[in-house]
């Protein structure tokens, strides 16, 4: 069945240092989509992308989609503690299960201030 | 924006008895909500997907005469986890996809239900 695979698992970075994060499916995407789980809290949309190569902003995060529509990153620029949480990069299943969504295992972000 | 409220947000039970969940979506309605189990520092595990007015799909594994999931209507789902045990122990989020949107459309979850069991 549809795998997403997340990495890294953990990411221990300096206050201001950049971060990424990568997602990779096994199989071609629809789209995928980008959560941000703050440590004790619930998981939030953070956003979504379809277009091959698409790329998208938000403040000092940015986000991208690859050609083939198999990988996905998010970078944050300048990390502050407020980024602290754990991303979770989410596709839809294949075949008649596209309407479920399958979370990678996320990558848990940690800020040293 | 649409918010989806799940209730309890904590709660102990002993072994053996049943414990409900709810979940409503307030100011939107959802055909299909999700529930999911998330053991600590792990990923979301998609146990069953709730479908309003029919029977709930599960995912292999779960056991559904176990954790029983009701969709009364188009704002509420119940779960509820029946002779509970220690090993189910867990935070169990839903979430809910607005009825306006697409199968690709993005999911709104509940706060959470952290279960634990003695």
């Known amino acids: 069945g549809q795998q997403v695979m997340q990495i890294p698992q953990y990411q221990h970075v300096q206050e201001g240092e950049d971060f990424t994060t990568y997602c990779n499916s096994s199989t071609t995407l629809s789209n995928i989509q980008w959560y941000k789980q703050r440590p004790g809290g619930h998981p939030v949309f953070l956003i979504q992308?379809?277009?091959?190569?698409e790329v998208k902003k938000q403040k000092r995060l940015t986000f991208q989609f690859g050609e083939a529509k198999k990988n996905s990153s998010l970078h944050i620029t300048a990390t502050q503690t407020t980024d602290v949480g754990t991303y979770f990069c989410a596709g839809p299943g294949s075949g008649g299960s596209n309407y479920k969504l399958t979370f990678g295992k996320g990558t848990l972000l940690t800020v040293n201030p | 924006g649409a918010v989806v409220s799940q209730h309890p947000s904590w709660v102990i039970c002993k072994s053996g008895t049943s414990v409900k969940i709810e979940c409503r979506s307030l100011?939107?309605?959802?055909?299909?909500m999700f529930w999911y189990r998330q053991f600590p520092k792990q990923s979301l595990m998609l146990m069953a997907t709730?479908?309003?007015?029919?029977?709930?799909?599960?995912e292999q594994g779960v056991e559904k005469d176990k954790f029983l999931i009701n969709h009364a209507s188009l704002t509420l789902s119940t779960l509820t986890v029946t002779s509970a045990h220690p090993e189910d122990s867990s935070f169990y989020i839903c979430?809910?996809?607005?009825?306006?949107?697409?199968?690709?459309?993005?999911?709104?979850f509940g706060n959470g239900t952290r279960l634990t069991v003695t």
């Open positions: 992308l379809v277009k091959s190569g």
């Open positions: 709730s479908n309003e007015g029919s029977k709930a799909t599960y």
């Open positions: 100011d939107f309605q959802a055909t299909t």
């Open positions: 979430s809910a996809r607005e009825i306006t949107g697409g199968m690709d459309s993005p999911l709104h």
